[in-house]
């Protein structure tokens, strides 16, 4: 079972940034392929980007793209979502989940074995 630990949410105002990282036991982050997804209220929940286990290729949907960033620091075991100009649609639970390596990362929730515990992400108009 691997844990994973998220924090950084919280309440900002639109064009505002926020910061999530993802904590994980180590050496977990060159074992899987990482996505984060995020899920609002009454919706499903949805993938928004992710990260190979290689760190080799990083993937956003159009929602995020040039806004949001992945990244990690192996040698912290922390992951990273930047999220800058963030918007009132942007508001949700996000999370970072863990899939099995492969050479892409998927979009489906059902291909994650482990998920953080999601953090609240509020933005104002």
């Known amino acids: 079972q691997v844990q994973l630990v998220e924090s950084g949410g919280g309440l900002v105002q639109a064009g505002e940034s926020l910061r999530l990282s993802c904590a994980a036991p180590t050496r977990t982050f060159t074992n899987y392929n990482m996505g984060w997804f995020r899920q609002a209220p009454g919706k499903e929940r949805v993938f928004i980007g992710g990260?190979?286990?290689?760190?080799?290729?990083?993937y956003y949907t159009d929602s995020v793209k040039g806004r949001f960033t992945i990244s990690r620091d192996i040698a912290k075991n922390l992951a990273y979502l930047e999220m800058n100009n963030l918007k009132p649609e942007d508001t949700a639970v996000y999370y970072c989940?863990?899939?099995?390596?492969?050479?892409?990362?998927?979009?489906?929730?059902?291909?994650?074995?482990?998920w953080g515990q999601g953090t609240q992400v509020t933005v104002s108009s």
């Open positions: 990260i190979t286990w290689s760190g080799s290729s990083t």
């Open positions: 989940a863990l899939a099995s390596r492969r050479s892409t990362v998927p979009v489906m929730t059902a291909s994650y074995d482990y």
